[in-house]
């Protein structure tokens, strides 16, 4: 059990790029979660998977964001045609099928949009 | 609709000092509610969690939280701060809901306390 991995750790990118942002998480887990947070905020939901099936989208989530996690397992999420408010750290987290598990999160992408 | 609120966005401690860090909830249902620590540029480490199990749960480092349902309270101690202590920390309840295909569980943080500790 190596955790959560997410890839790349940092982004650098220019507004109106597209950037696209990998989870990998602990294998036996079926439930996947994307969180944005801000600076000086808690993280807020995006996005949640169980297996492949995207169930749940926040209404935070634009049309310029999307996710997939094909096969049920790593997940990515892609912002297209970035803008500097979508600046923030992307966190993931996955969980066993109940929640009372608790939530592991992964180290986070933090995206800066210059 | 659940939610979470922290009091408190700066806690500052000395070094052996008690910590209170206090977590008020809002849910409809019996919720589920979990203390995350969080260093600079790091994620969410779990430090503890309250399952409907006992009303006082231990976590990792000699964190603790009492669940108080009479004062809609999570509020998380230590008996003695460290150094390594200092970082910021996150309540959050579990949001649960039925939906197609499934039940969602997400989780709803409040908006953080940051903890100092003064040598």
């Known amino acids: 059990d190596t955790g959560v991995s997410q890839n790349p750790r940092h982004k650098i990118t220019k507004r109106g790029q597209n950037v696209t942002f990998r989870c990998d998480p602990i294998?036996?887990?079926?439930?996947l979660y994307w969180y944005r947070q801000t600076l000086g905020q808690g993280p807020e939901f995006l996005t949640y998977?169980?297996?492949?099936?995207?169930?749940?989208k926040s209404r935070l989530l634009s049309d310029r964001f999307s996710a997939e996690r094909p096969k049920g397992s790593f997940s990515t999420l892609e912002i297209q045609r970035t803008e500097q408010g979508d600046s923030a750290m992307y966190l993931c987290?996955?969980?066993?099928?109940?929640?009372?598990?608790?939530?592991?999160f992964g180290s986070g992408t933090r995206l800066t949009v210059v | 609709a659940q939610s979470v609120t922290q009091l408190g966005s700066h806690v500052s401690v000395s070094e052996g000092a008690l910590v209170l860090l206090r977590c008020n909830y809002s849910?409809?249902?019996?919720?589920?509610l979990f203390w995350y620590v969080q260093y600079p540029n790091q994620g969410l480490q779990l430090l503890l969690k309250y399952t409907s199990a006992a009303t006082l749960v231990k976590g990792i480092n000699d964190f603790e939280a009492e669940f108080k349902k009479s004062e809609t309270s999570f509020h998380l101690t230590k008996p003695s701060a460290h150094m390594s202590d200092a970082a910021e920390y996150f309540c959050a309840v579990s949001y649960s809901e039925t939906r197609r295909g499934g039940a969602t569980n997400k989780l709803i943080f409040g908006t953080g306390t940051l903890l100092a500790v003064q040598p």
């Open positions: 998977f169980q297996n492949e099936a995207q169930l749940e």
């Open positions: 987290a996955s969980s066993l099928a109940a929640g009372t598990y608790g939530y592991t």
């Open positions: 294998s036996e887990h079926n439930r």
């Open positions: 849910s409809s249902v019996p919720p589920y």
